[in-house]
């Protein structure tokens, strides 16, 4: 920061691409990111949903700056300050309101997890609302979260660090499932995040990670018949009730949003994102365990309600089976808040097939090259799953040096 | 799990080794680690031909995004999880397994 003309950081290819513009925001360190689908034949360069988290990213921050070549292959970043929804910075009525393009495939968790991974280091509340006709509140087939597990899943999470998940708070205005073709849907979705902290603690998540004791889960049909919900929480129920007992799945229904039909004359309208899924959350005894799964219907449809429950509960086994005390959907949250809090080891169990991913592992790296210490890994030695416990040093990025670009 | 434990590959200490070795992708690194590249010798002499499927290569690379739920063969999960075994093993990690230990039993 108090060199004039700080390095880039080099890195290729569009994977891990917000977790790479979180960790620079959070570090301050500029990046040049190149080779962003640089073969394909159809869709070279950022891809929507990307360009739509660049201008997210400068929304809620102050003087950042980035520089996207002609065919959208290679970006430079220049992070500024996390101000949030700060007066005066785009903010209206204390919240900044985030437009999602038609175009958008992914849902608007993709915008969320690294979202709320700036939030706490923002210097004033992050409260967006994401709205347009982008956003997917449910799971999608690109492999995002739907809300319901987010909400009961990731941000409880926030607690281990000493940031109150009370204070955060994901209000689902409208739902919406994934629109034809899969991109598009016109949810509406506000986070209010007002859990500013100094530094966050780490985290010791090496004991046992418990069993689970209950499940829960959200049975979501938008547009749709309701009786979907009953069909899924029914074949959902019939796989996990012999394993345990204490299992409830909330039934939703909504109404599909009403959008403005561009193909049709002025003024006529048509229900968007139609859709069913299921979310289910497995908690364990100890805290702050949280195994979830999300299945949903694609938007082309040919797959029964009863198959989404199954499929839902088959993956939920799937998840508690991989083992450790974080699932892989939520490692990338946690591990990059080990690593980002008070200058501590924080040691966490995982599963040995959720460390050994690629999501994992492109962290690790990545989390290096911004200046984070190595990780160190070693077995769990007081039993036989073998876990990896990995240790996670923190660099001490906190909200106070961080008021100054 | 047990298994896992028996080969000698995809020890631990292993991983911590190969994951900071810019050379790899994350993708050898973890093939490298579940024992399924055996010898360096083999990569030297297939390099020229990567070179050559390079392009079909990245197409494949274009397709993979950043997911949070990976993909599952649902035909497969549900063949494994109709077996007793399986299920058997699983309830180990719930509080309703007859251990004489459930946490909130």
């Known amino acids: ?405 | 799990a047990q298994m896992l434990h028996s080969r000698p590959s995809y020890r631990t200490a292993d991983l911590a080794r190969l994951m900071y070795d810019e050379v790899l992708t994350a993708d050898e690194v973890l093939r490298r680690w579940k024992g399924e590249v055996e010898a360096e010798e083999e990569n030297i002499e297939d390099s020229e031909d990567e070179d050559f499927f390079k392009k079909a290569k990245h197409d494949e690379d274009a397709i993979s995004e950043d997911r949070s739920i990976p993909q599952y063969d649902y035909d497969q999960l549900a063949v494994k999880w109709s077996v007793d075994d399986n299920i058997e093993q699983l309830r180990q990690r719930f509080t309703t397994a007859n251990l004489g230990g459930g946490d909130d039993d």
Not at chain 1, 306 to 334: F, H, M, P, W
């Open chain 1, 1 to 405: 920061m108090s060199a004039p003309k700080p390095e880039f950081l080099k890195f290729t290819g569009h994977q891990s691409f917000t977790q790479r513009l979180v960790l620079s925001t959070l570090t301050g360190r500029p990046i040049h990111i190149s080779k962003i689908r640089p073969n394909s034949p159809t869709n070279p360069g950022l891809a929507p949903h990307e360009v739509s988290f660049l201008r997210l990213l400068e929304a809620v921050t102050n003087g950042s700056s980035m520089q996207i070549s002609y065919t959208g292959t290679t970006i430079t970043y220049h992070p500024g300050l996390i101000t949030g929804a700060a007066p005066g910075f785009g903010a209206i009525d204390d919240t900044i309101e985030h437009h999602l393009p038609a175009t958008c495939t992914r849902g608007v968790t993709y915008f969320l997890l690294p979202l709320c991974l700036l939030a706490p280091f923002s210097k004033s509340h992050m409260n967006v609302r994401f709205e347009g006709p982008g956003v997917i509140t449910s799971a999608t087939e690109t492999g995002d979260l739907s809300v319901d597990s987010f909400r009961t899943a990731i941000l409880p999470l926030y607690n281990l660090f000493g940031i109150p998940a009370a204070r955060i708070e994901l209000r689902v205005l409208q739902r919406s499932c994934a629109g034809p073709h899969g991109s598009g849907g016109a949810g509406i979705v506000e986070l209010r995040f007002a859990s500013q902290v100094l530094l966050p603690k780490t985290l010791h998540l090496n004991r046992s990670p418990g069993r689970i004791k209950r499940i829960r889960g959200v049975a979501y049909a938008t547009g749709v018949s309701a009786s979907n919900n009953a069909r899924m929480i029914h074949s959902a129920r019939e796989i996990l009730n012999p394993i345990i007992s204490d299992i409830h799945i909330a039934a939703q229904y909504d109404q599909a949003p009403l959008v403005p039909d561009t193909a049709e004359k002025s003024g006529s309208k048509k229900r968007m994102g139609i859709g069913f899924g299921l979310s289910l959350v497995a908690e364990s005894s100890a805290i702050g365990v949280l195994f979830s799964a999300d299945v949903v219907v694609p938007p082309k449809g040919g797959i029964l309600p009863e198959d989404v429950g199954k499929r839902c509960a088959y993956q939920l086994l799937e998840c508690i089976n991989s083992g450790g005390c974080v699932a892989g959907a939520s490692a990338g949250t946690v591990l990059t808040l080990m690593a980002m809090g008070s200058e501590d080891v924080g040691r966490l169990r995982l599963g040995r097939n959720v460390v050994g991913t690629e999501e994992v592992i492109g962290l690790a790296r990545d989390l290096k090259k911004f200046g984070a210490s190595s990780w160190g890994l070693r077995d769990a030695d007081d039993d036989d799953t073998g876990d990896i416990i990995v240790s996670v040093k923190g660099t001490g990025v906190g909200n106070v040096g961080r008021k100054i670009a």
